[in-house]
């Protein structure tokens, strides 16, 4: 792991290029918007690292996730919405086992439905939704979390999407943020779990119709929780067939093995 955060910003890439009242929101697409508010947004947490940003888009090469790029990437944001079909399944599996590694992943708005965030958590990931222009007022609900670093009690965006429960996510091994919209539903909006060595970010607010990732406690939502998921450790899977520490005593008794965990050995 380098001094700084390597980190790429994923985004599908397909609204702002499709519709003009989008495009003038995000006018070189929200991932250049997330970027650059990272570059410019300073995260509170003593210790915070600076960072390395790229990004990648769903229609380059390899959705701009080469081997190589993911093999240097320590935290991955991932904005999709209509194209979640369009991943590549070699990608996706790519992208998770770099997330058993250590890598992190923040899973932003409707990549709640991506096929890498549903891999990862295990269940449909579904949820109700309302596109309404409606208010959203989120709430810190973990306050000395480090994602939270910085935030106000509560926080309001003024025209949002609604997401409401019941989200079919596992329980999060942390819950960070909930949402309340003006029509009433609740939302767990900030959830975090552990995967493997990785850590996994889920954060609910960015509708590709409304300016969201330009608002200031949202930027810093995000670069809070990229200092968070940066790796701790980085440990490839393996599963050996291992020598005993200490001599073990002779045995009156034998016993037969099984042969397929003796055959399979390292790669049991
Ligand atoms: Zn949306």
Redesign the pocket.
Known sequence: MSEKISVIVWNEYRHEQENPAIAAIYPTGMHATLAAALRETASPLPGARALDLGTATLDEPEHGLSAARLDACDVLLWWG?KAHAEVSDAVVERVQRRVLEGMGLIVL??GHFSKIFRRLMGTHCSLKWREADEKERLWVVEPSHPIAAGLPEHFELPYE?MYGERFDIPTPDELVLLSWFEGGELFRSGCCWQRGHGRVFYFRPG??AYPTYHDANVQRVIANAVQWAAPRVRLADRCPNTAPLEALSPKSLSFGRVGMLQEQGDIA
């Open positions: 919405h708005h409707s999407e509708h590709e």
